[in-house]
């Protein structure tokens, strides 16, 4: 057994887990925060993508234990209080996804990607979505979506600093 | 429709909120307290005997509360028709993969070391692959004795004149369809045309693997959770095959991670039955994804002659087609005995003497399911492809060509169907404007045509709507959402009926328990059968609400009008529908609730079709084979667009199903084992493959749904790999006969061309 302490989705979380405990098992059955979603297993489809300390990193290949000192956030992390994040909702107005089952993974990529770049042409979004399948969407409307987020944040930030 | 205020405008999901944040429940999300995990030993073996089992050192492993075989289980069978898998392997296994014994334990973890610490042995038997084969006299059988299966057709061969044939080993089901006199036919052709072509198995490729939870309380009914698009099949066919009433067997609401025709079964929910009440446990039971590719319900392989006769000015007189379906081991995944796609082998063009054989054969691969228009995709890449080779070696244009014979109102379909408002040569002409058909190209630059036709399924569904005292409209569907937006456009028709805010209308699926039948989604019924029990139940709940606003008003309800938001008598007297409501609760009259189902007519199928045409650029690059697509152009014949977003993402979809089947995806089988069994061997497209997609709309308000909306879920990805196939050979001169078109046989075929001249 490892103890493991980490920040999960801003919450101070201490858990004895098995060695061989992933990541992706410790968030749905140790910490029932079941929105993170197992698809291939070996690190393909991009389902399970979470954040830890903000990278992007598949949760269905990572150990448990790399989370240990470390803040790790989920798609039920990211939305403040009701309000959802701008990736969130675009996702819904733009038509990005379908089913819901690549949802959550495409949700966190894309807000890593605006985190890094926020303002990304089409090849930069294409480029940093390519470890995310989907089967629904045939990733039009995904597209859609992180450009209409990228857009909004930017006239978010913008009129924070005053200069809309 | 420019009265219409929610109809034909986008609309988000309705369940949006839900999945973006994580909230929505799938069936691997539900944990039950004391819940266990299953997991099965599978054959290694394509075709074997068992002829020991030793199951002592998993039934001794600390966690492990159930070790299951055949003989610890009634001796039923399963299927979504004809009855013929065995829950476990019973003395024999059919196929690899095949589920031979179950375990449920603590921890998946534990549930995967019990299954390795069982002893299995087996004598192999004489396995066979290939369906041609398979029915050759002396071949192995799969089957000792088919008739002997629940709704198996006995024999299992129809035919249009009811002519006895020659039993054919190993064949599931045989069906001839004809139309007209093929003989006749080809002794009035110019010119006779054969072509055999190839489709290899593709899986459905969803990203949510099969999942179920049972749960057994102590009454003896059973709670299921489970990915399941048509729960009251599901349920009779679970009832059955565990000896209870369908009323003691609720499958349960869950959120379904994509179908595509593929969670149409009962996959391992029996088994996990089985484990619950060896245990006395709920149990959990999640497919890995190697599992899925192995040992899933894959799209069937297909081989495919097609035959034509034609006159020297590109007019067709006959077309025969034989087409073998490779089953896999067993049928049971099958909804009919048949793959109906077969029927699409006439085309969407005037011929007037038809004659379809389709069998669907055993072997011993992976047993073959649904996938998105099921043979669909498989038989109109044989077609188009065919028809695209004799328009060039008559000299025709191929879109001149497809144009000449394009049904037109008036004309009867290849099969005798009769359909009106036939918008087949306008869809055409559309793709091909789009398109810029005709203009110049450069070297390596192709362009293919294809054509796709089929009518929204018909049959029943279901569904009630509740109205509460602040005016909160709740709809439950008995019919799933599988992600296609279809709870969306039931919100769209309730809020059009009612003339309601869209904000204030939810829809949820409601389980078996308390819902009345609903044939579950498939054949493109969804927002046909589904949207019309939604209309239907709004008009309900509209009328009730107008009864108690003439009571209020001292009128008859004949002489109420309701209109934005009031019901306004004839007196000119009125009352808010949220003044109505709350005198309604005053009097104990809330809530209000209404259900209704809606049944199709039979005959509605033969009267309203819709078409597609697909037209692919491509661009191939001699040097290493690789074909870009750089373009789609993507004309429906759709109707009105009931939601415009949720309308063009079935396309979007669609259009890059058929682009990973048309030249990336290949579910590899080499003697019954699948090779690529992760989803970095077996490729679906990413988000880096898809081309520049343009559509068009010809909207007609014609269509089965209110509001006339047509059939589009199953039209967007079937034409898609015969119309790349199509492109290649305009860009290369080399005709594929076979899926996917990938680099290394475009490279080789480029150098085997190159050496030939």
């Known amino acids: ?164 | 429709m420019a009265s219409l205020l929610n109809i034909g405008r986008p609309a988000g999901h309705v369940e949006g909120p839900e999945k973006v944040t994580g909230r929505a429940k799938y069936s691997a999300d539900i944990n039950l307290p004391g819940m266990l995990w299953g997991k099965c030993v599978r054959s290694p073996f394509p075709h074997a005997r068992i002829v020991s089992i030793d199951t002592t050192r998993a039934r001794v492993l600390l966690g492990v509360h159930a070790v299951i075989t055949a003989a610890d289980i009634p001796d039923v069978l399963i299927g979504r028709n004809i009855v013929d898998m065995p829950v476990l392997a019973r003395d024999v296994v059919r196929f690899t993969g095949e589920k031979v014994i179950a375990v449920a334990a603590e921890s998946a973890d534990i549930a995967e070391e019990a299954v390795a610490l069982i002893d299995i042995g087996y004598e192999e038997l004489p396995a066979v692959f290939d369906p041609i084969e398979a029915m050759e006299e002396g071949a192995p059988r799969v089957h000792a004795d088919t008739s002997r299966y629940k709704y198996a057709p006995i024999p299992p061969f129809f035919h249009g004149d009811n002519q006895i044939l020659p039993p054919i080993p190993n064949v599931a089901s045989r069906v001839l369809e004809s139309h007209g006199d093929v003989q006749a036919g080809f002794a009035e052709a110019d010119r006779i045309f054969e072509h055999t072509f190839y489709t290899p198995n593709v899986h459905q490729g969803f990203i949510e693997p099969h999942a179920c939870v049972i749960d057994i309380p102590s009454d003896g009914s059973v709670d299921v959770w489970t990915s399941n698009k048509g729960p009251f099949a599901a349920r009779s066919q679970f009832a059955e095959a565990v000896g209870l009433s369908a009323e003691q067997v609720r499958l349960n609401a869950a959120a379904i991670g994509g179908d595509f025709g593929g969670k149409g079964d009962l996959m391992d929910s029996v088994v996990a039955y089985h484990l619950a009440k060896s245990s006395g446990r709920p149990v959990k039971m999640v497919m890995t994804y190697a599992e899925e590719l192995t040992a899933g319900n894959p799209r069937h392989a297909a081989l495919i002659t097609i035959r034509s006769g034609v006159t020297n000015d590109g007019r067709p007189t006959a077309r025969q087609a034989k087409i073998i379906f490779n089953s896999g081991a067993y049928a049971a995944f099958k909804p009919l005995h048949t793959i109906h796609g077969s029927v699409h082998a006439g085309g969407p063009y005037r011929v007037d003497n038809v004659e379809i054989e389709c069998l669907v054969v055993y072997t011993n691969n992976v047993p073959c399911g649904h996938m998105r228009s099921p043979g669909g995709p498989q038989v109109v890449f044989a077609l188009e492809s065919h028809l695209d080779i004799i328009a060039h070696e008559l000299g025709i244009d191929p879109l001149e060509f497809r144009l000449r014979n394009a049904l037109q109102e008036g004309d009867v379909a290849p099969l005798g169907e009769r359909y009106h408002n036939i918008l087949c040569r306008e869809t055409l002409q559309a793709a091909a404007d789009a398109a810029g058909w005709g203009s110049d190209k450069e070297p390596w630059v192709g362009r293919g045509i294809a054509m796709y036709e089929r009518p929204a399924g018909g049959g029943s569904s279901s569904a009630t709507l509740t109205v509460d005292a602040n005016g909160r409209f709740s709809m439950l569907a008995a019919i799933p959402d599988t992600g296609t937006g279809s709870y969306t456009i039931l919100q769209q028709i309730v809020a059009e009926e009612l003339q309601v805010p869209l904000e204030s209308i939810s829809v949820h699926h409601g389980g078996t328990a308390i819902m009345p039948p609903d044939w579950g989604v498939g054949a493109s019924r969804v927002s046909h059968t589904a949207g019309k029990a939604a209309a239907m139940v709004a008009r309900e709940v509209r009328e009730a609400l107008v009864q108690a606003a003439a009571r209020e008003l001292n009128c008859q309800p004949e002489q109420v009008r309701w209109q934005n938001g009031n019901f306004v008598a004839d007196t000119g007297a009125s009352i808010s529908l949220a003044e109505l409501l709350k005198q309604a609760e005053r009097i104990g009259e809330l809530p209000i609730t209404r259900s209704a189902t809606y049944t199709s007519p039979g005959n509605y199928e033969e009267e309203i079709t819709s078409y597609t045409a697909q037209i692919a650029e491509v661009e191939v690059d001699p040097e290493t084979g690789q074909v870009k697509l750089r373009k789609i152009y993507s004309a429906h014949d759709a109707g009105t667009v009931l939601n415009p977003l949720t309308h063009q993402g079935q396309i979007d979809g669609g259009v890059v199903q058929g682009l990973g089947q048309a030249l990336i995806e290949h579910l590899q089988i080499e003697d019954g084992v699948v090779s690529t069994a992760h989803l970095g061997d077996y490729k679906l497209p990413s988000i880096t493959d898809i081309p520049e997609l343009e559509t068009v709309l010809i909207e007609t308000p014609s269509g089965p749904t209110p509001y006339g909306g047509k059939a589009i879920g199953e039209l967007s990805n079937v034409a898609v790999p015969a119309a790349i196939a199509n492109a290649v050979y305009d860009a290369t001169g080399v005709r594929f006969m076979e899926l996917p078109i990938t680099a290394d046989k475009v490279y080789e075929a480029l150098q085997a061309s190159d050496n030939a001249s």
Not at chain 1, 37 to 55: F, M, Y
Not at chain 1, 93 to 102: K, L, M, R
Request: proline share 4%; hydrophobic share 35%; charged share 20%.
């Open chain 1, 1 to 164: 057994m490892k103890t493991i302490n980490a920040r999960v989705n801003g919450q101070p979380v201490t858990k004895d887990v098995p060695d061989n405990r992933l990541l992706i098992d410790f968030l749905r059955y140790d910490l029932d925060l079941t929105g993170t979603k197992e698809g291939c297993s070996v690190g393909v489809c991009g389902a399970c993508t979470v954040l830890l300390d903000g990278q992007m990193i598949s949760s269905c290949l990572a150990p448990a234990v790399f989370a240990n000192g470390r803040e790790v956030t989920t798609i039920e992390g990211i939305a403040e209080d009701d309000r959802l994040h701008p990736v969130q909702k675009a996702f819904i107005d733009y038509g990005g996804f379908q089913c819901g089952i690549c949802t959550p993974g495409q949700i966190m990529a894309a807000k890593s990607l605006l985190d890094t770049n926020p303002s990304p042409s089409e090849a930069e979004i294409k480029d940093w979505m390519m470890g995310n399948l989907c089967r629904c969407t045939g990733y039009y409307k995904i597209i859609d979506s992180i450009k209409a987020a990228a857009s909004q944040r930017s006239a978010q930030s913008g009129a924070a600093e005053g200069k809309v």
